[in-house]
């Protein structure tokens, strides 16, 4: 069992910056990928940033490449979500998720391959 706890989330204005943390606990050392996901109001949940736990390569969705980097901390066993020039359109809840077996690039933003997950923490983005 992998539990994740998010925060960080806030009320930011656009082209302001956010930091969300997720911390990790139990069998941390499963995790073979982690990532962010998140959820707009009336819209379906979509992949952010993900990443290898072991290599650290990152991947990201096409909408925030060059505005977000995702990164961990793995002494902390913490996951990180640096966000800059956030638009309206990022606000949502977001997720961070875990994954214990190995997947391909191809399906990691894919929010039903991922086994645990995190409660979620808010980020609004007023214009």
């Known amino acids: 069992q992998v539990q994740l706890v998010e925060s960080g989330g806030g009320s930011v204005q656009a082209g302001g910056s956010l930091r969300l943390s997720c911390a990790a606990s139990?069998?941390?050392?499963?995790?073979?990928?982690m990532g962010w996901f998140r959820q707009a109001p009336g819209k379906e949940r979509e992949g952010v940033a993900t990443i290898y736990t072991v290599g650290g390569s990152t991947y990201y969705a096409d909408s925030v490449k060059g505005r977000f980097t995702i990164s961990q901390d793995n002494a902390k066993n913490t996951l990180y979500l640096e966000m800059n020039s956030l638009k309206p359109e990022d606000a949502a809840v977001y997720y961070c998720a875990a994954r214990v077996s190995p997947l391909r690039s191809s399906r990691l933003l894919a929010d039903y391959e991922y086994h645990y997950w995190g409660q979620g923490t808010q980020v609004t983005v007023s214009s």
């Open positions: 139990g069998y941390t050392s499963s995790s073979y990928c």
